[in-house]
């Protein structure tokens, strides 16, 4: 029996570390949701970086880059951190940088982990497909914005928890699976609607990116599972 | 209108702290719990202290020392951290020390706070008037489990947003806030249910402590509402 766990804050996750667990980074509104949708489209790596200078460096030497701060394109980038940004003519076969205000420092804050992996929920059936065969514990990082709580992560922390545990391989002894698994089943019947008050929906309707949160509650969009390769410090697709 | 909060771990107090609030410690299992019940019985004040090193230290100056550590009754300590442990005859009139396992790490991450005031079960009412004539923004602080997110002090919060908002002089825009309160609303008919498979009470029970559970989520057994005093560094009880 493996163990699933949530950690609700890149800040919390040193009191969650385990050894030779797989970390899975979830940002829903969007840094994860957008990377799958570019492997989805061809991408042949992502690299997150946490900050806007090592992105402007980087793109200096040709790299194709994705930057937001406060759910805004960076004015240097290619991309923002829409997932509709990253179609196959712009990202097929090519090495993208990203940094975003939640999702990237949370792969930072787990790079000592055994596994780090995407989530989202346009790729999780695919991923709960490979946690399931992995016989390793799991857990689940919710980025939050700026090391706050915040839903969306946490709802789909709840439905992937319950998934697991419900599957028969996986338990839990931990309060935030109880808690992420109860929001999932108040709010499951009507996602959207649940999600409309939140603290993210409100700042993405302010910059009128509303049409984007169907997209990224969207579940099975893809079969992509980005995992970190420690070699070239980047993540790659490992179902191709 | 004035705002409140939940934040989930003393860890993430920096990313929640604002300026001039009212900020209400919480360690239903079972620090705050007895802090209100030595003021029940007529302590004269708390002061916290963050290491079992200066408890020992204010011990040899003569003070009473509560002491705990994982659930544990300290070796040096005359109290642990039961609220049974506070008879009157033990507490009148006399300035106690504490050191928990989180409580009162959660009172340390906090001195910078406007107010800090002490919240549990027993002193709810008398909270909530309090918070709800002082005009002053509220953050709900969990002290979680060693900087985990817990389940019991999420369910206080929920509870006391709950009743802030909807008596009108309050709002939110704190996913936190609406994840706590979702909660109480589906644990609220049976709590000792819904607590029994959760981390701390596990831990509690391993102990041969479950006695404690049902003291701890009483409601209105006592009318104290203790408030840290800048000047002797200590809790008060505001309300005598």
């Given at each position: ?121 346009s790729n999780i059936g695919a991923l709960l ?49 109880k808690a992420a698994r109860d929001l999932w ?39 992509v599972v980005p995992i970190y390769d420690k ?10």
């Amino acid at each position: 029996m493996n163990k699933v766990s949530v950690c609700f804050s890149p800040a919390l996750y040193p009191f969650y570390a385990q050894k030779d667990e797989i970390v899975i980074i979830i940002d829903i509104f969007r840094a994860t949701t957008s990377i799958c949708a570019a492997f989805n489209n061809g991408a042949r790596s992502v690299r997150t970086v946490a900050t806007t200078e090592e992105a402007i460096r980087l793109k200096s030497k040709g790299y194709p880059v994705a930057a937001e701060r406060n759910t805004k394109r960076c004015e240097f980038a290619d991309f923002g951190n829409s997932p509709f940004d990253f179609t196959p003519e712009k990202v097929n076969n090519r090495d993208l940088i990203f940094t975003t205000t939640n999702g990237t420092q949370a792969v930072e804050a787990a790079l000592d982990a055994g596994e780090i992996l995407i989530g989202s929920f346009s790729n999780i059936g695919a991923l709960l497909k490979y946690c399931l065969n992995a016989q390793k514990d799991v857990l689940l990082l919710c980025s939050g914005w700026k090391n706050r709580f915040c839903i969306e992560d946490t709802l789909f922390a709840g439905r992937f928890a319950d998934e697991l545990i419900r599957n028969g391989r996986f338990e839990s002894d931990n309060d935030a699976v109880k808690a992420a698994r109860d929001l999932w089943k108040v709010a499951k019947s009507d996602l959207v609607s649940y999600i409309c008050d939140t603290e993210h929906y409100q700042r993405l309707k302010k910059n009128g990116l509303e049409n984007e949160i169907e997209y990224c509650l969207a579940e099975n969009t893809t079969s992509v599972v980005p995992i970190y390769d420690k070699t070239i410090k980047a993540f790659i697709n490992q179902r191709k």
